[in-house]
């Protein structure tokens, strides 16, 4: 698993695996040598982080089935303890180590952002707005998880790159305005609280996934946030009342397997391949496939405006894509022809 995980190292590896071979750095086989090495690395890090996407745009409707059964202090608790309970079994079945020491830090921040912060905040905020308002504003976390990761892990994003992430941000803006006529209300508060906790958890989850394989990222975390959860639920069951049906299992069951554990576990793996900042933009598509989803499991009405904001959003996507590849193809030949410079005796 950790090989897998390290796509984006063995990558930079793969372009210098021979430098003797190559005696000048701008000679053909050094510029073919870069441009094959990063695509498949791109190319498998794009789908782990699009299946994340997927995953992610299912999480608001699958929230609005649970709180048909359970309250949203039960809920939230009741998916983090069935997620650490999954994931702490990978873990000890696979036998996997204890975390470095170093890591631990960065661990209960992924937990505090990703399995505590952004749930509840979010699922509190479901309690008086719609599924496709709250995913919309949400759509605003592409660009606040790329400007945290670039102060973060380092990673410096071309100008092309950033200015199609402000572009696709204005588009969910100008969508959120039209959708709720202008008024901030109290779950807007929520939400954007729950953007800012959950940028954090995917800087910090992405850079850790450099270092360890992303199952383990999340696993970690959640069985770092198990005794709270755990806490949680006895106080807040009690208090709560439950109403078991099918949609409300459903809906618990999804949020806590698909969304918190698989979902992480595909997305972070992808951040690792793909970097960051080029990662979180996927996301944009993200607020419109909730509200599909939305439509489809909920009846929510969709709105004549969102085809027009899909389009514009998937544009941006395609941009912030294709500078990302480009700058990791300009960093590949750089870095070749660095190592195939002869030396000098």
């Given at each position: 698993?950790?090989?897998?995980?390290?796509?984006?190292?063995?990558?930079?590896?793969?372009?210098?695996?021979?430098?003797?071979?190559?005696?000048?750095?701008?000679?053909?086989?050094?510029?073919?040598?870069?441009?094959?090495?990063?695509?498949?690395?791109?190319?498998s890090g794009t789908v782990l982080a699009g299946l994340g996407v997927v995953a992610f745009s299912l999480t608001f409707p699958a929230t609005a089935w649970g709180l048909e059964s359970?309250?949203?202090?039960?809920?939230?608790?009741?998916?983090?303890?069935?997620?650490?309970?999954?994931?702490?079994?990978?873990?000890?079945?696979?036998?996997?180590?204890?975390?470095?020491?170093?890591?631990?830090?960065?661990?209960?921040?992924?937990?505090?952002?990703?399995?505590?912060?952004?749930?509840?905040?979010?699922?509190?905020?479901?309690?008086?707005?719609?599924?496709?308002?709250?995913?919309?504003?949400?759509?605003?976390?592409?660009?606040?998880?790329?400007?945290?990761?670039?102060?973060?892990?380092?990673?410096?994003?071309?100008?092309?790159?950033?200015?199609?992430?402000?572009?696709?941000?204005?588009?969910?803006?100008?969508?959120?305005?039209?959708?709720?006529?202008?008024?901030?209300?109290?779950?807007?508060?929520?939400?954007?609280?729950?953007?800012?906790?959950?940028?954090?958890?995917?800087?910090?989850?992405?850079?850790?996934?450099?270092?360890?394989?992303?199952?383990?990222?999340?696993?970690w975390a959640l069985v770092l946030c198990l005794p709270l959860a755990v806490a949680g639920s006895l106080v807040a069951l009690p208090l709560e009342p439950v109403h078991l049906n099918?949609?409300?299992?459903?809906?618990?069951?999804?949020?806590?397997?698909?969304?918190?554990?698989?979902?992480?576990?595909?997305?972070?793996?992808?951040?690792?391949?793909?970097?960051?900042?080029?990662?979180?933009?996927?996301?944009?598509?993200?607020?419109?496939?909730?509200?599909?989803?939305?439509?489809?499991?909920?009846?929510?009405?969709?709105?004549?405006?969102?085809?027009?904001?899909?389009?514009?959003?998937?544009?941006?996507?395609?941009?912030?894509?294709?500078?990302?590849?480009?700058?990791?193809?300009?960093?590949?030949?750089?870095?070749?022809?660095?190592?195939?410079?002869?030396?000098?005796?």
């Amino acid at each position: 698993m950790r090989a897998e995980n390290s796509a984006t190292r063995t990558s930079a590896i793969a372009v210098v695996a021979d430098p003797a071979i190559t005696p000048h750095p701008t000679s053909a086989a050094t510029c073919m040598a870069a441009s094959a090495a990063v695509p498949p690395a791109g190319r498998s890090g794009t789908v782990l982080a699009g299946l994340g996407v997927v995953a992610f745009s299912l999480t608001f409707p699958a929230t609005a089935w649970g709180l048909e059964s359970f309250g949203p202090w039960s809920l939230v608790a009741l998916r983090s303890v069935l997620a650490a309970l999954v994931a702490g079994g990978v873990l000890l079945a696979a036998r996997v180590p204890l975390p470095a020491r170093r890591h631990w830090a960065g661990l209960v921040v992924v937990g505090g952002g990703v399995v505590v912060g952004f749930p509840l905040l979010t699922t509190l905020a479901l309690q008086t707005s719609t599924t496709s308002h709250a995913a919309v504003v949400v759509g605003l976390l592409p660009l606040t998880t790329a400007v945290l990761g670039s102060l973060r892990t380092g990673e410096r994003p071309s100008r092309a790159f950033w200015i199609a992430a402000l572009a696709g941000a204005a588009v969910v803006i100008a969508f959120t305005v039209q959708q709720s006529g202008g008024a901030l209300t109290t779950g807007d508060l929520y939400l954007f609280g729950a953007l800012l906790v959950c940028a954090a958890g995917y800087t910090e989850g992405g850079r850790l996934a450099r270092v360890m394989p992303g199952w383990q990222v999340i696993g970690w975390a959640l069985v770092l946030c198990l005794p709270l959860a755990v806490a949680g639920s006895l106080v807040a069951l009690p208090l709560e009342p439950v109403h078991l049906n099918g949609h409300g299992v459903l809906g618990l069951v999804w949020v806590a397997a698909g969304s918190t554990f698989l979902g992480l576990y595909v997305w972070y793996r992808g951040m690792a391949a793909i970097g960051v900042a080029r990662a979180s933009q996927l996301q944009l598509a993200q607020p419109l496939l909730t509200l599909v989803w939305s439509f489809l499991l909920l009846g929510e009405e969709l709105s004549a405006a969102a085809p027009v904001a899909a389009v514009a959003v998937l544009v941006c996507i395609a941009a912030t894509q294709r500078a990302g590849r480009r700058a990791g193809r300009e960093a590949g030949t750089v870095r070749s022809g660095r190592e195939s410079r002869p030396v000098r005796s």
